[in-house]
């Protein structure tokens, strides 16, 4: 199904009153690489559906090199609306090095991404990371989605924007070439609950819409896992995130949404950086009245990334849509940097 139709069958479920949108952090976020989670939202003008990740965010997704030390470990931060970045740190490889003794060489973390595709909009994200032994961090991230579809009402100025935290734990392998990051988050607002709602109001035996009065606090719960390698040539991520509603779960106004990306690519030096990208984006449970399930995107693209020293990067991923119904190409930017 495409997404016009999609989009229109919603509505017309659940009628003018009430705002929904079904895309996917991602969600992730995404930030990028490790650092970006997205989710999934909607499309310019167009009343979408969800979108986290990182996440993004999420391109929640980006390798950020360290000059002089391309082999260092990689921190990871979620996303979605693209959210993800490999962060060297030469520090943390040589404490893994160090069999345990030398952790608190390694400093603690805090990056920013700043994202924005073609779906999600701008949703700039967060993630830091906190050492507690030679090959374990503790991580915590948020994403600050600000589509403004993301919050109450079809017509929305701003305000019940959809925001995420959460937390999780970073583990580090392969000499710290190899960062597993699984998290745990929830969302605030609106999109994946319904919001608050008022009372049924019964109109000569017809209940009409019932009206989104208010956001909720623990929308919807977010489990994710975002992995990434890095060496001196090679450069790899994969996110995944669920954005499971926590609020009316059993209700008539409840949206899940799976976000998940993988890229690769290949480092010609320790600034220039190219691969490929494919990221989707699902619906896989809505309890509207009359709603349905669907694929929202299905993007495939390249990237190419400029990445200085002191871990400050900028990705470009662009492409074309190849979910059967729909027409177009995705873009989506990622800048980050890190204290």
């Known amino acids: 199904m495409n997404r016009v139709k999609f989009r229109s069958n919603i509505i017309a479920a659940i009628g003018s009153t009430s705002a929904i949108l079904c895309s996917t952090p991602s969600f992730a976020q995404s930030v990028s690489g490790s650092e970006e989670r997205s989710v999934a939202g909607t499309n310019g003008s167009e009343l979408a559906s969800f979108a986290p990740s990182v996440p993004g965010s999420e391109d929640r997704s980006a390798a950020v090199p360290n000059g002089a030390a391309p082999e260092s470990v990689a921190q990871s931060v979620p996303g979605s609306g693209d959210r993800s970045a490999v962060v060297p740190n030469a520090t943390a490889l040589e404490s893994s090095a160090q069999g345990g003794s030398g952790y608190e060489k390694r400093a603690t973390s805090f990056r920013i ?23 374990t961090d503790f991580t915590f991230y948020g994403t600050f989605w600000t589509k403004p579809a993301f919050g109450l009402g079809l017509v929305n100025a701003g305000d019940d924007l959809w925001t995420e935290f959460g937390v999780g734990m970073n583990f580090l392998a392969a000499d710290g070439k ?35 009065t208010g956001s909720n606090f623990a929308d919807g719960l977010v489990p994710s896992l975002t992995v990434n390698y890095l060496d001196t040539k090679l450069e790899a991520e994969l996110y995944a995130g669920y954005y499971a509603a926590l609020r009316q779960r059993s209700g008539n106004a409840s949206l899940d949404f799976l976000h998940t990306w993988v890229n690769a690519g290949y480092r010609f030096s320790s600034i220039v950086s190219a691969g490929a990208h494919y990221e989707l984006l699902s619906n896989t449970r809505n309890t509207y009245p009359g709603g349905r399930t669907a694929r929202v995107y299905q993007w495939v693209g390249p ?3 400029f990445t200085l020293p002191r871990g400050f990067f900028a990705r470009l991923t662009a492409g074309a849509d190849v979910e059967r119904g729909s ?4 873009y989506k930017m990622t800048a980050g940097f890190r204290f």
Do not use: E
């Not at 991404?113 to 090959?135: E, H, K, M, S, Y």
């Not at 988050?185 to 989104?212: K, M, Q, Y």
């Open 303 to 305: 990237y190419v990334q």
């Open 178 to 212: 190899l960062s597993i990051n699984p998290q745990i988050g929830i969302t605030n607002g609106a999109l994946l609950s319904g919001g608050a709602r008022s009372p049924s109001v019964i109109t000569g035996g017809v209940a009409a819409p019932r009206a989104v």
């Open 327 to 330: 027409s177009g190409d995705f």
């Open 113 to 135: 991404t700043l994202n924005q595709d073609n779906f999600f909009g701008f949703n700039p994200a967060f993630q830091g990371n906190v050492p507690i032994n030679a090959t």
